[in-house]
């Protein structure tokens, strides 16, 4: 394993997880009397013990804290139990939360500041909402149907998820047995993909088909078919006006304002195709994401025309790429941001990953 990281933790599952969440502020502390030179991350993941039963699972990472970390830098703070990389003062604890209806297709945090809040979609459709990481009975929202993974949760206190047909449902939380729905493929039916939210009235869409559509709830609809020549995969705001998408191994940067327009391309992102794109919270032009191969590789659209941090064969100089993170030996298939420069992310080699690269591999302005 190359020491190219600020910290790495990995986590064993007996079960393939289908997402992850990192908990912003919890309302939990599994060690007691935590010495004041650790914190606790708590994560939640998906679990099905038994066949036919689901849940979701906490665990509980004991590490340093980033400031004793930075006093400490000769420490490499890995856990890693395959790799006989165990530091003793990280350590893993786990419990349950809740059980579910049925299996997790997808985690997501209220992305308001501060807020304990987060969503789970499930493959019955139903969604539920959780209002800190020790509630046991959650909201439940009904209206939505089929097996899908589309979630997004709004700065405005909504929450839309795909249904089968090609249709969206979402929620005003503040009304939340009132759902309403969208039919963003009439005629074709076309899954959807991935949802995000603009602002309180616009959402993003990715459908299969290589179509991105970008709806006003009011009536207003912008339905960009050839996006790309594949299914479009993901589709997130970024860096406030602009939409990424993903379609096959690439990802393209459009102008929301006019999104037939492509600003940017990059169609050998990866080796394999991309399942996952999450931009980072904190950097507004940061963006990580995830591929069937099981590789994850950050990027920063302020690099784009620069040599990358850590250039990988055959990469293009203006690429914008800046780490991979090749420690999965399968699809990835959840990214989530845990801090400024941390990700936590799960796959199907039954592996949870916490990380978080060196500061010299984020990029001369980070």
């Known amino acids: 394993m190359p020491f190219v990281y600020d910290v790495y933790v990995q986590i064993q599952l007996y079960y393939t997880a289908c997402s992850i969440l990192p ?32 849940t979701l699972d906490r665990y509980f990472i004991s590490m340093p804290t980033d400031s004793f970390m930075a006093e ?27 059980n579910t209806q049925s299996e997790c297709n997808k985690l997501r945090a209220d992305p308001s500041p501060g807020s304990p809040r987060f969503a789970s979609r499930l493959a019955s459709g139903q969604v539920e909402v959780y209002r800190n990481d020790s509630d046991t009975k959650p909201t439940q929202l ?14 405005h206190n909504q929450v839309a998820t795909a249904s089968e047909g090609g249709d969206v449902v979402f ?15 009439p005629g074709t039916g076309d899954p959807v993909n991935d949802i995000d939210w603009y602002d309180e009235h616009v959402m993003v869409a990715g459908i299969d088909g290589g179509r991105l559509v970008i709806k006003d709830i009011r009536g207003g609809v912008n ?8 299914d479009v995969m993901c589709a997130k705001v970024i860096d406030g006006s602009f939409v990424l998408t993903t379609s096959g191994q ?35 032009t ?4 995830g591929s069937k191969d099981g590789v994850v590789q950050l990027w920063d659209l302020a690099a784009l025309g620069r040599e ?12 914008g790429l800046l780490f991979r993170h090749a420690q999965h030996t399968n699809e990835i298939n959840d990214i989530q941001w845990a801090g400024e420069w941390t990700l936590a992310t799960v796959a199907g080699d039954y592996v949870v990953q916490l990380w978080s690269p060196k500061k010299q591999f984020r990029g001369e302005y980070y």
């Open 23 to 54: 908990v912003k502020r919890s309302s939990v502390q599994y060690t007691r009397n935590l010495k004041s030179d650790l914190r606790e991350q708590v994560i939640i993941c998906p679990s099905a013990p038994k066949e036919n039963r689901y």
């Open 72 to 98: 400490h830098p000769d420490h490499y703070y890995y856990r890693h139990k395959d790799a006989g990389l165990m530091h003793s003062s990280i350590a893993i604890n786990h419990d349950r939360l809740s």
């Open 142 to 155: 009904s209206g939505a149907k089929g097996d899908l993974f589309a979630l997004g949760w709004s700065h």
């Open 171 to 185: 929620w005003d939380l503040a009304r939340p047995t009132a759902e309403m729905k969208l039919p963003l493929s």
């Open 223 to 230: 339905d960009v078919s050839n996006a790309h020549t594949g």
């Open 250 to 284: 690439g990802w393209a940067l459009r102008d929301i304002r006019k999104p037939a327009t492509m600003l940017f391309a990059n169609p050998t992102a990866h080796m394999s195709e991309i399942f996952c794109l999450e931009p980072n919270p904190t950097h507004p």
């Open 286 to 289: 940061v963006f990580a994401t």
């Open 308 to 319: 990358p941090v850590i250039p990988p064969e055959d990469e293009a100089a203006d690429s």
